[in-house]
């Protein structure tokens, strides 16, 4: 178990969503989870997100960082033995079992914010260029050393001014004003804001853990909340306008008619219990759907307590996502997985604490999931969509 060294209330109060802050020993002993010759067979795979990065000193701008998005053919890598380039795989722990210890070093943050792990290997001079992200991250290095370069926060409101011209979703700026510079060795982790620049360039053939927090656009959040609301809307729910005699001129929308247009839209979009609907089925959304595939065939709940005690173990999808919410009585207790949302009676409470908990594995052995209609039917639901598996014991 991966155990942080470091003042959390501090942290909390200073730096979170604040500034940076290099924290040097973070993990005491951050063994390797995986080697870089396992990375790029990983990255080979038709099911994972890989990118390789080249860079080329001699050029500028543009032409400075090549961007290939996998899958690859391991024959089409670039040599260990190359200098400057790095491999990025996003959601490494959906590869790599290992790395839920690294997601749930974090949880003293919202876990539900919590978007991946994305590692890269770098060979000496290897980097993905200067750039900022829309996110925060925190940057865990293991094996070898890596040096990052930190400048300003850009007002992410505004398209910066160097942002490069280039197809690629890596953010690259043309240049940063360095701030502070730090070479980070096993167990050091570097925190960065959204909006902060920074550039890391390998020093040694090196792996980095980026932990990176999911953060829904302002855009992302009303389109959400408002296409719930329209789900909500029938056909026959129209706009009427209130024309009198006084009617001034029929070229012109009237005060009272835009003016009753504003409060149907605005009264539409005050209901606060879809707004959690919304709220929590966004950020839950699956990021790789793809890997959550419902069941054909309906299930029972007999058949799956037939299971129970077996050398079989009802795990989550590790591609799922699981949060709640608890509301003010009388209010139900909102279960949200995948971005669907259900409705419970607060007595599940627990369980549903239990559901959601990272640290746990086997969802037979939590009792109070078995005990009623309601509970079995949920565990039938969460199996059929897919967030549920079964799956043989480890030995």
Not at 49 to 62: F, L, N
Not at 212 to 231: C, H, L, Q, T
Not at 376 to 382: I, K, S, T
């Amino acid at each position: 178990m991966l155990t942080p060294n470091f003042d959390k209330t501090e942290f909390l109060k200073s730096y979170w969503q604040q500034k940076p802050i290099l924290i040097r020993g973070f993990f005491s002993k951050l063994v390797g989870f995986i080697s870089p010759d396992r990375l790029l067979e990983i990255a080979c795979s038709a099911a994972a997100e890989s990118r390789i990065v080249i860079t080329h000193p001699k050029e500028s701008g543009t032409d400075r960082y090549a961007l290939v998005h996998g899958p690859f053919e391991l024959t089409s890598l670039p040599a260990m033995s190359d200098e400057n380039w790095t491999l990025l795989v996003q959601s490494a722990e959906l590869w790599i079992p290992d790395l839920k210890q690294m997601i749930q070093a974090f949880e003293f943050l919202p876990r539900w914010r919590i978007e991946d792990v994305m590692l890269s290997f770098a060979t000496p001079g290897g980097g993905v260029g200067p750039h900022f992200d829309q996110y925060d991250v925190f940057l865990v290095q293991g094996l070898g050393q890596r040096t990052w370069q930190v400048g300003d926060q850009i007002d992410l409101t505004k398209q910066p001014p160097n942002l490069l011209s280039t197809a690629s979703d890596l953010n690259l700026i043309n240049e940063i004003e360095v701030k502070h510079e730090f070479t980070l060795v096993n167990g050091d982790v570097l925190y960065i804001p959204a909006g902060y620049t920074h550039w890391g360039v390998s020093q040694t053939p090196s792996l980095c853990y980026s932990v990176g927090f999911r953060a829904p656009s302002y855009a992302e959040m009303i389109e959400s909340f408002s296409n719930r609301v329209i789900d909500e809307l029938t056909e026959s729910q129209r706009f009427t306008d209130h024309t009198d005699s006084e009617m001034r001129d029929s070229a012109e929308i009237g005060e009272n008619d835009w003016q009753r247009a504003w409060e149907i839209v605005s009264g539409l979009l005050t209901d606060q219990g879809e707004f959690l609907h919304a709220f929590g089925s966004l950020v839950t959304e699956v990021k790789y759907p793809e890997l959550v595939e419902p069941l054909t065939d309906e299930v029972i709940p007999e058949e799956l307590i037939a299971f129970k005690g077996k050398a079989v173990e009802l795990v989550r999808n590790p591609a799922s996502r699981f949060a709640y919410l608890l509301q003010a009585d009388p209010k139900p207790l909102l279960l949200f997985v995948d971005g669907k949302v259900y409705e419970l009676e607060k007595v599940h409470l627990p369980a549903i604490r239990q559901l959601c908990a990272s640290e746990f594995a086997n969802i037979y052995d939590i009792s109070e999931l078995w005990c009623s209609v309601d509970s079995l039917g949920l565990v039938c639901q969460l199996v059929q969509s897919g967030a549920l598996w079964l799956t043989e014991t480890e030995k």
